[in-house]
């Protein structure tokens, strides 16, 4: 994924979450699931690669 | 098999009571479960006391409607007092919950029979459901994560099975097993007391025996005060149905392709108008839907993660993980992708003046339990991937959609048919599945081996 955490950063984020020891493989996280799925390179297709806000919430009911 | 309806007119004829046929179902299950694998818990004789009830209503006159006496059997991560709500997973206490799920409240007062929980696959995350076997081949899965419920029905033993979708897990195991299977509109259907995968996508709806089982099944968990069986024999004349070939719809397998041009070909017959449609927003489907997931399911699961990551699924702790590391700015924007798919979707339907989408409901049918990748042609795909680019569309968009038996590969294996209306239009996506169902011979077709 285009903005994919590095190995550091997903380090840091596994300690936020106290999610440290062998059950947590930063290479099957970042490489095998994000980019498999290549979620970056849609979403960007869809909304663009800004952070846009959230267009409203969401309702199923709501026929536009 | 027999329908809700075949039941309850022998039911209300004294031709059969509720207590012969909680009776059948406790010895069918022992027999057939030790192969199949449907149900994870059962309580034979709670089972046969609220028979014994039913009779007794029936006996006096009491006649709580068309569900009254029919046994249900209820995915496992579903409350049902005194049953304890295991998940397919090890994380889970085993004693036993005290209150009921608002739909387990609901179907007790239309006075259902609770059969027993079926088999979910581990944190209802997950498309294969093991060890659940597909009663048309036990070698083959039965779909997910409503797997145990798709299971019992098409063997026979329950006519209506509770199941959860998240990204196709009503759909895939009705598709697969050869039921039928409604996701309701998002939201319709309360979720109170039901274990989450992701909130904001999770869908509660039956998988049943035929359309109107799905029906009567509606009438009863929506209490919303709509009589779903009613209108079913109403057709489809001049209705006009969006055809979707495109990713995420295709590439499929060359049977499954066939079944469902013969049955856009039935459609025609009964005189309703098929034009193809492309949703370019779609292809990117899979973005939105793993977008979204990861980061709702380890919002709920967090403790468990941190505290018992070896008694998750490695496959499924890496998806919950994923929602620990991925920035929230991706949630955002999977969020807001998910918007503007559901508008595309609406759009669509509005300029072409779409009564409903229809699509094959999976691209292939049921997989040997050993095999993890589909082919087609050149591309090699996961079947987590593969079972779920065709269903999470509507998940994604809330949109009612229901999966129909439509023929059999070469192999004898079920294909299914999908039809998605208007949010809130679930009684049209009933009754056009019912159209096609009168037409066609597929829903009748038993197992060999369990049916």
């Known amino acids: 994924m285009t903005d994919s955490p590095d190995a550091e950063i997903v380090a840091v984020r ?30 960007d297709a869809l909304v663009g690669s800004d952070d846009p806000a959230v267009d409203g919430l969401f309702d199923p009911r709501d026929p536009r | 098999m027999r329908t809700v309806s075949e039941l309850g007119t022998a039911l209300r004829s004294g031709v059969v009571t509720a207590m012969q046929l909680a009776t059948e179902f406790v010895a069918r299950q022992a027999d057939i479960d030790e192969r199949l694998h449907s149900f994870v818990a059962v309580d034979p004789p709670r089972l046969l006391a609220e028979a014994e009830q039913s009779d007794l209503e029936f006996r006096v006159g009491f006649d709580r409607g068309p569900l009254h006496g029919i046994p249900v059997g209820v995915k496992d991560i579903i409350d049902v007092a005194g049953y304890a709500t295991r998940c397919g997973s090890p994380l889970y206490p085993t004693d036993p919950v005290g209150t009921d799920a608002t739909v387990i409240t609901r179907l007790r007062s239309a006075g259902a029979l609770i059969a027993g929980k079926t088999a979910p696959h581990e944190l209802a995350c997950g498309v294969v459901t093991p060890p659940t076997s597909n009663p048309w081949n ?79 099944a509606m009438t009863v968990l929506t209490a919303d005060g709509t009589d779903y069986g ?23 397998q060359p049977d499954v392709e066939t079944s469902f041009g013969q049955a856009l070909e039935v459609l025609r017959t009964l005189d309703a108008e098929c034009v193809n449609v492309t949703i370019p927003a779609l292809q990117h489907t899979l973005a939105a839907e793993f977008g979204i997931i990861p980061l709702e399911a380890f919002e709920y699961h967090r403790h468990s993660v941190r505290e018992r990551p070896l008694d998750i699924d490695p496959s499924i702790r890496t998806l919950l993980i994923a929602g620990a590391v991925i920035p929230s700015r991706i949630f955002r924007r999977a969020s807001a992708a998910r918007v503007q798919i559901a508008k595309a979707m609406a759009r669509v339907m509005n300029e072409h003046h779409l009564d409903a989408f229809v699509s094959p409901t999976l691209p292939a049918t049921a997989s040997p339990k050993a095999l993890s990748e589909h082919t087609y042609g050149d591309l090699s795909e996961h079947i987590s991937v593969s079972y779920v680019r065709t269903t999470a569309p509507f998940n994604l968009s809330g949109q009612p959609a229901i999966s129909v038996p439509c023929g059999f590969d070469r192999a004898g294996l079920p294909v299914g048919l999908q039809i ?5 239009h679930d009684h049209l996506a009933l009754r056009i599945a019912a159209a096609y169902e009168r037409e066609t011979p597929w829903s009748r077709r038993r197992c060999p081996e369990f049916g």
Not at chain 1, 25 to 30: F, R, S, Y
Not at chain 2, 158 to 182: E, F, K, N, Q
Not at chain 2, 230 to 252: E, S
């Open chain 1, 14 to 43: 596994l300690d936020e979450h106290g999610l440290r020891g062998p059950a947590f493989d930063l290479v099957a996280i970042t490489a095998d699931y994000a980019e498999r799925i290549e979620i970056d390179a849609g979403l």
């Open chain 2, 138 to 216: 036990i070698d083959h899965v039965p779909g997910g994560s409503s797997g145990g419920s798709g299971a019992a029905v098409a063997a026979g033993l329950v006519p209506i099975g509770l199941g959860s979708d998240t990204g196709g897990s009503i759909r895939i195991p009705a598709a697969l097993c050869g039921t039928v299977g409604l996701k309701p509109t998002y939201g319709l259907v309360p979720v109170t007391g039901v274990q989450p995968l992701s909130l904001s996508l999770d869908h509660l709806g039956p998988l049943g025996a035929t359309v109107a089982d799905c029906a009567h």
């Open chain 2, 230 to 252: 009613k209108g079913l024999d109403g057709g489809i004349q001049g209705l006009r149905f969006g055809v979707l070939t495109d990713f995420p719809f295709a590439p499929m």
């Open chain 2, 420 to 424: 998605a209306t208007r949010p809130g």
